[in-house]
C-alpha cells in the first residue's frame, strides 16, 4: 500500500539507516532521506528515494527534509572511532535536539522513531568500554532520550543490542527491562531495522521505550504479540 507522505530517514546512507529505508520501500512507503551529499547518497540508495540536503549538526537545514513528512526515523550516528565528546554531543544529542526542534518548527505530527543503544541507563563492562572509546556515547544518547520524551511529539524509542552486520533467522525479543549492554545480547542491523519498519505498523509502540535483541527461542514471536505487551514509558523500569 503506497502512503501519500514520506517517512524521512536520518542517517539512510549506512548502516541500520540504510537497512530500514530498503525495508520501507518493500511495504510500499514514500522515503525520504537527509544527506549531507545528496549526489553521493542518490547513488547509494537509488531513484526510488527523493533526497533532501541537510545535516543534523546545521539546524537551518532540517526544515525542508521535515516539511510533510508522515514520520522520521533516526537513526544517525558518529561512526568514527575513537570518537571525541565533542563530536558525539554535535550529532547524538545536539543534532536530535535540532530535528526536534525542526519538527515543532514545521507542524510535525508524526511519529519520532530513535535508534540508541541498549544500556544507556545502566553500566556494565562492554558500555565503560564503549563510552571510552566513543566520547560518553552512551550518556549522549540517554539525554538525546530525554528530550524526545519531553518534546510532546510521539514517538518510540528503540535501545538495540550491540549490532553486527552478520545475517540471522534468529528470532527478536522486545523488552522494556532496560538490560545493561552486553555482547551477549546482540542484534544484526537486518534485525533492527526490522524493529523500526514494524514499529510504525504497531501503534502499541507508540510512546514507548524497548530494547530490541536476539532472543534463544527456537521459533520466533508474531510481532503483533511482541508489540502487544509494550506499556506506555511511564511504566517501563529504567534501574
Not at 546512507?13 to 532521506?33: C, F, N, Q
Not at 527523493?50 to 526544515?63: M, S
Not at 522520521?72 to 535540532?98: D, L, M
Request: some cysteine; aromatic content about 6%; hydrophobic content about 40%.
Amino acid at each position: 500500500m503506497i502512503r501519500a507522505h514520506p517517512v524521512l530517514v536520518i542517517g539512510a546512507t549506512r548502516g541500520t539507516g540504510k537497512e530500514v529505508v530498503s525495508r520501507l520501500l518493500r511495504d510500499g512507503y514514500i522515503v525520504r532521506a537527509l544527506a549531507r551529499d545528496p549526489s553521493t547518497a542518490a547513488a547509494l540508495l537509488g531513484s526510488n528515494v527523493e533526497i533532501v540536503r541537510g545535516d543534523v549538526t546545521k539546524p537551518e537545514t532540517l526544515a525542508p527534509a521535515l516539511l510533510d513528512a508522515a514520520h522520521v526515523i533516526f537513526t544517525a550516528g558518529v561512526t568514527k572511532r575513537p570518537a571525541a565528546e565533542h563530536s558525539i554531543i554535535a550529532v547524538e544529542y545536539e543534532g536530535v535536539k535540532n530535528t526536534l526542534a525542526a519538527a515543532k518548527e514545521t507542524g510535525f505530527a508524526g511519529r519520532f522513531l530513535y535508534m540508541t543503544a541498549m544500556g544507556v541507563t545502566r553500566r556494565s563492562v562492554e558500555s565503560i568500554v564503549l563510552n571510552l572509546i566513543k566520547g560518553n556515547t552512551l550518556k549522549w544518547r540517554r539525554h538525546a532520550e530525554d528530550e524526545i520524551r519531553r518534546s510532546g511529539l510521539d514517538y518510540t524509542i528503540v535501545r538495540c543490542g550491540v549490532l553486527t552486520n552478520r545475517d540471522s533467522n534468529r528470532a527478536v525479543d522486545l523488552s522494556q527491562r532496560a538490560h545493561r549492554m552486553s555482547l551477549a545480547r546482540r542484534i544484526s542491523r537486518n534485525a533492527a531495522a526490522e524493529v523500526f519498519v514494524q514499529a510504525l505498523r504497531h501503534s502499541a509502540s507508540s510512546r514507548t521505550t524497548f530494547d530490541a535483541a536476539w532472543t534463544t527461542h527456537a521459533s520466533p514471536e508474531p510481532w503483533d504479540a511482541l508489540f502487544a505487551r509494550l506499556r506506555p514509558d511511564s511504566c517501563v523500569r529504567r534501574d
